[in-house]
């Protein structure tokens, strides 16, 4: 079964950067479309951003879109989050899921989860 880790959250300030990793041990991570979601605290959890297999197919939410920028490296089982221009309402748990599905622009059937990372922005 695909296992997935997060990496790289932390504590930032407004206006900071942070990138966020999301590895796979399996090398069949690369036929798969890996999406980032996040949720907050009382809220529900969104769907931030998504990539395809190849890379060549990527979505942004409209609350990340312009700040946040996803890409993978196939060859280290590898998809980033880079994420500039934090604000605190992009403070949450951020997962990052693995689909079968090829498409780099849903944020549906994804069945594999990673265990979160989490982002605080705060001065």
């Known amino acids: 079964q695909l296992q997935l880790v997060e990496s790289g959250g932390g504590l930032v300030q407004p206006g900071g950067s942070l990138r966020l990793s999301c590895t796979a041990s399996e090398f069949t991570f690369n036929y798969y479309t890996i999406g980032w979601f996040r949720q907050a605290p009382g809220k529900e959890r969104e769907g931030v951003s998504c990539i395809n297999s190849s890379g060549g197919s990527t979505n942004y939410a409209d609350s990340v879109k312009g700040r946040f920028t996803i890409s993978r490296d196939n060859a280290k089982n590898t998809v980033y989050l880079q994420m500039r221009s934090l604000k605190p309402e992009d403070t949450a748990v951020y997962y990052c899921?693995?689909?079968?599905?090829?498409?780099?622009?849903?944020?549906?059937?994804?069945?594999?989860w990673g265990q979160g990372t989490q982002v605080t922005v705060s001065s």
């Open positions: 899921a693995a689909s079968a599905v090829d498409s780099g622009s849903s944020y549906e059937n994804y069945p594999y």
